[in-house]
């Protein structure tokens, strides 16, 4: 039978004429499988460029939108009664030259700010989404989470893990001892960038994102522990964390069982996104 799920919620409002509401999804209906919202800018403006951790469909339905790619050398117009499509890990950046544009995005899974990277720093924008979303996920990601991913990701800096790599050694976070003799891992990588900037803004040089296999550990001896987020050192993690699943792996990394190093692109102290992924 059908039934009455939740009532729109404004996310959005940058002063400015941009406002968006959602009708489905994490704020607004307690959704983390898809989220749907209608956006409407009443004057001329831009958003920051974004990564997306989720398919999206834009479907335009008043006035027109500029989608740039490319770091900028591209540019796709899409126009009303145009659906445009943004896949999984693309970075792009919206432009609305005009007044008077409205469109419905809906995202495969639910919108969530640690899904979309917001090249915007620490803005109003960022902050009110982060507070907005900092209640637990929704149960339907729960399933998906216990089910042991086998792909994982570890952030570093490049230093210490060419280090390791000129003397065919396994890689140790510096915290490791101090950690419990574990290496965090994630299975979601956009977490990354959210967890390097709570944790690591203050370590100046280049770092990198390694992936690797839980099996590729497995063969090595090494296993895999999945449990809730845990401090790094003496910094606690951040407080809306409560609801990750964070693959522990329980020694270092061998150079053997990375697949793929990214490098991770920072703005100053800020880590933006991964390059690649």
Known sequence: ???????????????????????????????????????????????????????????????????????????????????????KGERFKPEFPDGGTEYVPVCLPAFRPDRCIREDGDSEVSKKLKAIHAKPAAPATAPAEAAKPEVLYHMCEKSRWEEAVAANEAYYPPTYEADGYYTHATAVPARLIVTANHFYTGVAGDWICLRLSRSALRRSGIFVRDEQALPVGDQAVGDDWGDWVCPHIIGGIPPSVVDEVFPIVRADKEFVRIEGL
């Open 1 to 87: 039978m059908p039934e009455i799920v939740g009532s729109s919620q404004r996310v959005v409002d940058d002063g400015h004429g941009l406002t968006i509401d959602e009708y489905a999804g994490n704020a607004s209906t307690s959704e983390d499988r898809i989220s749907i919202a209608h956006v409407n800018i009443a004057a001329p403006t831009s958003e920051p460029w974004l990564t997306l951790h989720y398919d999206e469909w834009m479907c335009v339905l008043k006035g027109r939108m500029l989608l740039l790619s490319d770091d900028g050398r591209k540019t796709l117009e899409v126009r009303a009664g145009q659906t445009v499509f943004i896949a």
